[in-house]
């Protein structure tokens, strides 16, 4: 039925809907709905869904920092934007979903590791993000020492978060399901910190809901390089790389940073941003 | 018995006075808590228009609450089917007249009703998806529908063996003396007339069915729960989202409920032979979540 | 073989399941309490009290307690900023066995409701004849009769509580079985099924017992009729 309601919409809605409508589809046949109309290769892209200001599904299309460089290396690799399926790839679930060749390449907040490399191939990176602390404007913390005594909100089974809780065991760590509900629960003041990478934090910020309500502290302790996923053996690596390097060098890759993190009061490293991507294995 | 009725006397002058002072009391502090935690919302800002406003525009509907709604119901209709065929095979074997049938059959339902719903879910999405027998993005979805089945069919099969079992023996008697097997009494006699009697505790069965697929948004499935939280992340009101989605829950279960109440009043002329003992218990199986 | 031993090393197991037994225990007796009252409410002769064990359990039992649980973070702790404890792990365990007991107390009342459907007419109305009114009635004659009546179902109860402790992992409490099991799957996916029967094990070793207990303490007290 679902399926039914995509396709209808794909046939009725303007190009720029169509591409989103099928994207919503958790299956590959999906797909079907919107590529008939424009034509050419399509493209399955792995996001996530839930992460505003990176990957976030806004109900029916598409936004974050992670969207428009998909859109943009697509576009370079002659895809246009209607036949781009945009498939949800939760953190645990990305190796799979490339394994099993369910998508064509992932950007979704995914971190370049050697233990990653075996299993799949890398293009980028296209951001080098570090662990930040988020925090209400008015705190006066400034780094991860600051936090003894204090209380830090992080997803369930995050490694960021524990990193911290070894380090400085003062810290009171609380584990929540989503970033989302670390967010809610420092509105209210019973958390004084959310940690996480840099710029998924400035993408929380950055919602309208929690306009200037936070802050990112802007002090990393920690290397994380967004690459983008591809099956092992990928031929694509070389082009996405040259995509990259040109969505840089033209600005709009400056473009896409600013306007998924406005108001957040947020800057990214500007020592390692813009990052130079590796030479394809 | 029917407490309201025996448990005081018809209130005299003097009794329906303290029942209406005991009345107003009751309705004051019931208000009070009601009073408190809408003052309390309202003081944090959780009742301000803009918290609440998503939910009258046609666009929250259609790409969070419906498609979330419609892959509960889906993933909550496909284990119903399967996990009363689960419950019925194994129901009917744990009265099977060979042992060791009666013996596996017994082991599992015990063994699968003793294992929290989370823990199989959690484990069927992480041994489907890592080991590749079905496409990663359905791993969650396979998971929830699996773990809701093995769970509430070996409900379902107590459910059948006990209502079995509450059937007067002349049924079992009756079909022996016209010439039918055990297991043919079983399957044409005694399984039909069951099925009839516990339907009232089935559809409460289905209740949690229901229920327990909002479990599925720990390992991601893309249910309700999780669209509600999706669309709460994105417009800063995750409170009346979950609120939203509570409510929604409420209304369908309440439906069910009743129309097992319903039917246990319809059906209970059909079961007046039955040994009363098992009803009202199972009835009510408290389940899981 | 040793390296099933070996995570036994690393994660400590028994601890996880300390954490489900203490949330059981503790949400168990404050659903029995709750649950007591709102049936003594569902039985009383005061229409609006009637009305509020209805509505309660109506409420309560028909949703997920995922979403209870999670009300119970972001509602209660995070937007009403009621804090239990002064530390605060504990204060979220706390509030765990709040949402664990107010969906249980639901099934509670129920349980007792069936229990004082098993005492015989004659009983309450011989308690009448001899004078007595509601509360001591209920008090001295129908409820010490309805608990013995409703032991199985209390059991049920119990049994349900034990397991659905697994979703405090959806409000706030990360220590407990379900999510170490799932840290353990995710570190050693090879390990998955040995894994996973440990766990299951586990429940089983505690639920059996209190299932075979109850059945044999409901057929022992049962009020001979």
């Not at chain 2, 808590?33 to 809408?38: E, K, P, R």
């Not at chain 2, 060979?98 to 823990?119: I, M, Q, Y």
């Amino acid at each position: 039925m679902r399926k039914t309601r995509y396709a209808a919409a794909a046939v009725a809605a303007v190009a720029a809907l169509t591409l989103s409508a099928c994207g919503g589809g958790d299956s590959p046949e999906s797909e079907g709905g919107g590529g008939g109309e424009g034509g050419g290769e399509t493209l399955r892209i792995g996001i996530k869904f839930d992460q505003p200001g990176l990957g976030y599904d806004e109900g029916g299309s598409y936004s974050g920092f992670d969207v428009d460089v998909a859109k943009y290396v697509a576009a370079e690799l002659g895809v246009s934007e209607e036949n781009i399926e945009f498939v949800e790839a939760p953190s645990a679930n990305r190796e799979n979903l490339l394994a099993n060749e369910q998508v064509d390449m992932i950007f979704a907040t995914y971190s370049i590791t050697d233990t990653r490399k075996e299993t799949v191939d890398f293009a980028g990176p296209y951001f080098v993000a570090g662990q930040d602390l988020l925090v209400p404007t008015d705190s006066d913390i400034t780094g991860p020492e600051d936090l003894e005594g204090k209380n830090l909100c992080s997803v369930t089974g995050s490694t960021s978060a524990q990193k911290i809780k070894d380090q400085y065991p003062g810290v009171q760590l609380v584990e929540q399901p989503g970033y989302a509900e670390c967010v809610t629960a420092m509105g209210g003041g019973q958390i004084d910190a959310v940690t996480t990478d840099d710029i998924i934090l400035a993408g929380l910020a950055a919602q309208e809901a929690n306009a200037g309500k936070f802050k990112v502290v802007g002090n990393t302790f920690s290397e994380e390089n967004y690459g983008v996923g591809l099956p092992k053996g990928s031929d694509r690596c070389g082009d996405i790389n040259s995509a990259i390097t040109k969505m840089i060098g033209d600005g709009s890759w400056e473009e896409a940073i600013t306007s998924n993190t406005e108001g957040a009061d947020y800057t990214y490293n500007a020592e390692l941003n813009p990052p130079t991507p590796e030479p394809c294995a | 018995m029917s407490a309201q009725q025996v448990l005081f006397d018809a209130p005299g002058p003097r009794a329906r006075r303290n029942i209406l002072i005991g009345n107003i009391v009751g309705v004051l502090i019931v208000l009070g808590i009601l009073a408190w935690i809408i003052a309390t919302l309202g003081e944090k800002g959780q009742l301000e228009a803009s918290m609440w406003t998503p939910f009258l525009e046609a666009r929250t509907w259609e790409f969070f609450i419906l498609p979330g709604l419609a892959n509960t119901l889906k993933a909550a209709a496909i284990a119903i089917v399967t996990s009363v065929v689960f419950g019925l095979i194994f129901g009917v074997g744990r009265l099977s007249h060979l042992t060791p049938v009666r013996w596996v059959a017994g082991v599992v339902v015990e063994f699968l009703r003793a294992v929290p719903v989370l823990l199989m879910m959690i484990f069927f999405w992480l041994a489907l998806g890592s080991s590749g027998a079905v496409p990663p993005q359905d791993a969650p979805f396979i998971a929830v529908v699996v773990a809701l089945t093995l769970y509430n069919g070996s409900v379902i099969a107590e459910l059948v063996r006990s209502g079995v079992q509450g059937l007067p023996t002349g049924q079992r008697e009756a079909g022996m003396a016209i010439g039918l097997t055990a297991g043919q009494s079983l399957r044409s006699i005694e399984v039909p007339q069951a099925l009839i009697a516990m339907l009232p505790a089935l559809i409460s069965q289905f209740v949690v069915i229901l229920k327990d697929s909002a479990l599925g948004f720990i390992i991601t499935y893309p249910e309700l729960l999780q669209y509600m939280r999706r669309l709460g992340v994105g417009e800063g009101n995750i409170i009346p989202s979950l609120m939203v989605a509570a409510a929604i829950f409420i209304i369908i279960n309440f439906g069910l409920s009743t129309l097992a109440t319903r039917l246990s009043v319809l059906l209970s002329f059909r079961t007046k032979g039955r040994k009363p003992a098992a009803e009202e218990a199972i009835a009510m199986d408290p389940a899981s979540t | 073989m040793e390296d099933y031993l070996s995570l036994f090393e690393t994660y400590d197991v028994l601890a996880a399941f300390w954490v489900n037994i203490q949330l059981s225990f503790w949400a168990a007796i404050c659903a029995l309490i709750i649950g007591t009252v709102l049936a003594l409410f569902r039985i009383s002769p005061i229409p609006s009290l009637q009305w509020f064990g209805a509505a309660y359990v109506n409420i309560f039992r028909n949703t997920p307690l995922t979403i209870i649980l999670a009300f119970g973070f972001l509602g209660l702790f995070s937007v009403m900023q009621i804090s239990l404890a002064a530390d605060l792990n504990a204060s979220l365990f706390r509030i765990a066995i709040v949402g664990l007991s107010v969906y249980h107390a639901a099934f509670v009342c129920e349980a007792i409701r069936s229990g004082v459907n098993t005492v015989p007419l004659g009983q309450a109305e011989a308690a009448r004849a001899i004078g007595l009114s509601f509360l001591p009635a209920a008090r001295l004659i129908i409820l010490p009769q309805a608990f013995r009546g409703a032991i199985a179902p209390l059991g049920n109860v119990l049994i349900a509580l034990i397991k659905n402790s697994t979703v405090a992992a959806a409000g706030s409490v990360a220590t407990e079985a379900s999510s170490l099991m799932k840290t353990m799957i995710e570190f050693r996916s090879d390990l998955v099924i040995p894994i996973f029967l440990t766990f299951a094990l586990g429940f089983v070793i505690l639920v059996i017992p209190i299932g075979l207990l109850t059945t044999w303490a409901s057929r022992k007290l049962a009020v001979a009729r």
